[in-house]
């Protein structure tokens, strides 16, 4: 879902999962003893990973922070850099998208060169990091970064730079952003901007370069080689070894079990292509309309069609999943609209790496009301799927919160709601897109395995289909490195 009326400014987004155990590796006793380069020393950068609080995310951390610590340990405690992760040293909703950070690292890194961010799945090779970092005057503005660019003027980005939208570079947090102290004073000291609306969260990566950019008045991005994703090469500081978890063997067919939004309008429009594509790679999937038609079937729990939000109907899915006997021994639940694009064996798989006893909702995340203020929340946007354990549905039910203002209200803003009061965090996972492949950049898809798209607008949805079911080609810029298959208002929103 996106809000219609805030075209200039809008977030996504970002961070990975990976497998509980990785391997093949660079071994830490390969890396070259990190040491301090003309003037600058590694405790001069402050590192922040992007990360969740989810127990599997937890894990992952945990060895973002090996590999990370095996690399310093031969340095004296005073010499070590600080490493910071999201989920543990700021209680902000909103951290995900850098910007409600900017006014922290202003106030408190007052005496660092250098902030470097990245997410748990990121790998460092610190002594080239250094290399890099020592190019560049700490106290001048830089932003750097491995540049993502636009195909075409997209709906995520609210068609920014509309006449060239291949024109502006932002980053793939995945490869790692610098942000010299110069920068993020100035930033931090000037955010939140009140001359920029930010209501809805999109796409942080995004979101962050137009704030920096400041509408001519700041800085591009820099783009640095050195900081890779799945382009890795010998010269590479960072890279991101990870396409997509491997945590063993996929969830079975009959644990999933899959819902479709639909409406009598769209039963042979859209349904009879789910049925011909997607559909039929599970037995366990049923269809909710207004109107029953045994002939796809449908079937209709009494709420009425509305031509947005559809609350009523989600919440009325989720009630009776759990009620009903022939769902009782399943444990994971995906919602998806008549015109999501998914590839259901990819989202079992993902599925192995999380622990259905606990209460998981897990998607693309956005956000509204977060990169300012700290009062908003986190909502699993609907078009790509919104997947809930058991347990995450027994949450809401047991404690009154399986209901809706109006059968109109946005049901994933308005299960985030709901979520936020039971004090239950939401996954983001980077597999899931609520928009089109053509709204992402290349570059951005070609280092993560994508296992959802969303929309049939100006698009082959069979053609998008038949990319998502191919098996990701191996290609000779796999390495040990990243080659392992385990290491790797209301008003105003409205459907994408």
Known sequence: MIPVKLIPWIFLISIVAAADDPVDEKEPEKFAK????????????RFVVISQPNSYHRKRSLEFKKH???????????????LYFTHEHWDLVGAFTVLPLLPVFAKDFQDSSWVFMCEEETRLDLSKLMEVLVKYEPNKEYFLGKALRDREATIIHHFAHANNPHSFAFPDFGAGIALSRALFMSVGQRWPDDSVRSDFTIDPKHELAMVIKNGGKGVDLTEVPELCTFNYNEKCASWYPMKFPDCG??????????????????????????????????KNIEYFSEKEDPSIPTISLGIPNTERGHCGKTMAMLRRWLKEKKFEKVSWFLIADDDTIINLKRLRKLLACYDPKEPVHLGEVYGYSVAKKNWGYTYI?????????????NQLVTNGEADCHADDS???????????????????SPYFHQARPMDYSADFLAARTPLSFHKHWMCDPRAVYADLMKEPEDTDTQTDKDSSSTERTAEEHEEL
């Open 410 to 428: 946005p049901d994933d803003m308005t299960l985030g709601m709901r979520y936020k009061r039971l004090d239950i965090s939401l996954v983001h």
């Open 381 to 393: 946007t609907g078009g790509g799927g919104m997947v809930f354990s058991r347990e995450a549905i």
């Open 68 to 82: 990370f610590e095996d690399q310093i340990m031969h340095l004296p405690e005073g010499e070590k850099p600080k």
């Open 34 to 45: 990190v040491k301090p380069k003309e003037g600058l020393s590694l405790k001069d950068v």
């Open 249 to 282: 063997p996929e969830i079975s067919e009959d644990n999933l079990a899959v819902g479709v939004k639909t409406c009598e309008k769209f039963h042979e429009e859209r349904v009879s292509i789910v049925k011909e594509t997607w559909g039929k790679d599970t």
